[in-house]
């Protein structure tokens, strides 16, 4: 069984730099054609993708958030990491990580996410 | 950027109809579409992948469709449980892209 949970500080303060952590079992950031991709959606709207990290550390930015989005990982303890620096309000979400596959493990993009980390960024 | 246009935004709809979203691609995305079912508070859950495949555990009133740059979601005779938000995302080309998403409504 597949389940990731994000955790990550609830509220912060402008400028700050926003840390999520993705917290996974059931699949492994070893193994070829796995990865975890990170979204988020604000109250009331919409999805928006922004950053995948791959088995073999290969990584993908929403160009949207201008260099301010950094993705790593942690293979042995099964985590992914999000940092996103100098937020504002119009970071605030709900941030959600989510299994993403490649090749022969294409079928299974997106087919498991987690509960979901609440982001306040206020004064 | 591939846009993915979403519609309708939103739809009144009753049990029992059968309601389709399409969702259309700026440029080819090939079958590289993913449909979303997310409920009040809780995370999305993938209804379709690549474009017509049903996920696991999904009821075969669900259905996914492609012709040319439409991709459509179908439900066929609706039941009180599809009542929810739908989004549509292309996985085939960075950034990947949402639709805007389409909230049913029960009228």
């Known amino acids: 069984q597949v389940t990731l949970k994000e955790s990550g500080p609830g509220i912060l303060q402008p400028s700050q730099t926003l840390s999520l952590t993705c917290t996974f079992s059931?699949?492994?950031?070893?193994?070829?054609?796995?990865?975890v991709g990170w979204i988020r959606q604000p109250s009331g709207k919409g999805l928006e993708w922004l950053a995948n990290?791959?088995?073999?550390?290969?990584?993908y930015y929403n160009p949207s958030l201008k260099n301010r989005l950094t993705i790593s990982k942690d293979t042995s303890n099964n985590q992914a990491f999000l940092k996103i620096t100098n937020v504002d309000t119009a970071d605030s979400a709900t941030y959600y990580c989510?299994?993403?596959?490649?090749?022969?493990?294409?079928?299974?993009?997106?087919?498991?996410w987690g509960q979901g980390a609440s982001v306040t960024v206020s004064s | 950027d591939i846009q993915m246009t979403q519609s309708p935004s939103s739809m009144s709809v009753s049990l029992g109809d059968t309601v389709t979203i399409t969702c259309r691609a700026s440029?080819?995305?090939?079958?590289?579409v993913i449909w979303f079912q997310q409920k009040p508070g809780k995370s999305p859950r993938r209804m379709i992948y690549?474009?017509?495949n049903l996920a696991d555990g999904v009821p075969s009133r669900f259905s996914g469709s492609r012709s040319g740059s439409d991709y459509s979601l179908t439900i066929s005779s609706l039941e009180s449980e599809d009542v929810a938000d739908y989004h549509c995302?292309?996985?085939?080309?960075?950034?990947?892209?949402f639709g805007g998403g389409t909230k049913l409504e029960l009228k």
């Open positions: 989510a299994r993403i596959a490649y090749g022969g493990y294409s079928v299974y993009v997106m087919d498991a």
């Open positions: 059931g699949f492994s950031l070893s193994t070829y054609g796995m990865g």
């Open positions: 990290i791959w088995w073999d550390d290969d990584n």
């Open positions: 440029q080819d995305v090939g079958i590289y």
């Open positions: 690549r474009a017509t």
């Open positions: 995302l292309q996985y085939d080309e960075y950034p990947w892209t």
